[in-house]
């Protein structure tokens, strides 16, 4: 069955940093497109990043110079590292599987506060 | 960026009617449009991919048309199930971006 499970969301302080995960089954994160979705609380979807299979990334600019998307190959996983946190990141964050979006995760809740 | 506008931000309707929802780009995006569909606590789920594809295993009620700036999505006969919030997403180029986003209640 193919699935994405992510994991690594938490409680924050502003300018602190973390990293989300999200662990596929069923296909190969590098062979796909992948990407990060965010949805602040009551609000819509964001699109937050994706890396392309021959590795050439792309950001929102809320998040270009702070985020990071990567994949490890061997562990079939996907992470997107957060520095420089803010209350404005306060989100659940979806991973999905890419061009069109066809494969989501659960969603991991992200809360940036002091 | 390209900005997605859907129309209406909310609708009510009732259990066998027609809704449809449109989505306008700010520029023109070929057929490179998306719609999702998502419940309340949940994840969105794919419906409908290329602007008028229709994803696997989707019910028939739905469908997508559209090319260059207007798209729109109908559900032929609304079933409770269906009451959630739809948005459109363009894949033309990045950063990609989303609509607003349509609540569908129930009336």
């Known amino acids: 069955e193919v699935q994405l499970a992510e994991s690594g969301g938490g409680l924050m302080q502003p300018g602190g940093s973390l990293r989300l995960s999200c662990e596929a089954s069923g296909f190969t994160v590098n062979i796909n497109y992948m990407s990060w979705v965010r949805q602040a609380p009551g609000k819509g979807l964001e699109w937050v990043s994706v890396?392309?299979?021959?590795?050439?990334?792309y950001y929102a600019d809320s998040v270009k110079g702070r985020f990071t998307i990567s994949r490890d190959n061997s562990k079939n996983t996907l992470y997107l590292q957060m520095n420089s946190l803010r209350a404005e990141d306060t989100a659940v964050y979806y991973c999905?599987?890419?061009?069109?979006?066809?494969?989501w995760g659960q969603g991991t809740a992200v809360t940036v506060s002091s | 960026a390209i900005q997605m506008t859907q129309s209406p931000s909310s609708l009510s309707a009732s259990v066998g009617d027609r809704v449809t929802i449109t989505c306008r780009a700010s520029q023109g995006i070929r057929t490179d449009l998306c719609w999702y569909q998502q419940r309340p606590g949940k994840a969105p789920k794919l419906l409908i991919y290329?602007?008028?594809s229709l994803h696997s295993g989707v019910p028939s009620r739905f469908s997508g048309s559209g090319s260059g700036t207007d798209f729109t999505l109908t559900i032929s006969s609304l079933q409770p199930e269906d009451f959630a919030t739809y948005y459109c997403l363009q894949g033309y180029n990045h950063p990609r971006t989303f609509g607003q986003g349509t609540k569908v209640e129930i009336k």
């Open positions: 290329a602007a008028s």
């Open positions: 890396i392309y299979s021959g590795g050439r990334t």
């Open positions: 999905a599987r890419d061009p069109d979006m066809d494969v």
